[in-house]
């Protein structure tokens, strides 16, 4: 088993920055890729970001390239998303995931089909 407990979620106005975090306990196997993952209201849970524990290769998706950076303290199990130049469009409730599957690319993790475990999430809210 592994728990996620995500913070750092508020409310910040357009242009602000913010920093998530996630905190893993239990499984905490290296061989595992963390990613974060948002859902606004009304849509589909949508990827945001990958990294592999092991190595730290990352993956965004376009939306938030360039403004968000995924990072991770293996001395702490924690991962990290750090958000830039935030817009009223990014606002959803973020949540970070865990998974056990192994694939070379790290791609693959962009759809939420490949975790296993998930936090309870934290909602960031962008004022225009």
């Known amino acids: 088993q592994v728990q996620l407990v995500e913070s750092g979620g508020g409310l910040v106005q357009a242009g602000g920055s913010l920093r998530l975090s996630c905190a893993a306990s239990?499984?905490?196997?290296?061989?595992?890729?963390m990613g974060w993952f948002r859902q606004a209201p009304g849509k589909e849970r949508e990827f945001v970001a990958t990294?592999?524990?092991?190595?730290?290769?990352?993956y965004y998706a376009d939306s938030v390239k360039g403004r968000f950076t995924i990072t991770r303290d293996n001395a702490k199990n924690t991962v990290y998303l750090g958000m830039n130049s935030l817009t009223p469009e990014d606002t959803a409730v973020y949540y970070c995931?865990?998974?056990?599957?192994?694939?070379?690319?790290?791609?693959?993790?962009?759809?939420?089909?490949?975790?296993?475990?998930w936090g309870q999430g934290t909602q960031v809210t962008v004022s225009s």
């Open positions: 995931g865990s998974s056990s599957k192994h694939n070379s690319g790290i791609y693959y993790y962009a759809r939420d089909s490949v975790y296993d475990y």
């Open positions: 990294i592999r524990w092991s190595g730290g290769s990352t």
């Open positions: 239990g499984r905490t196997y290296r061989g595992y890729v």
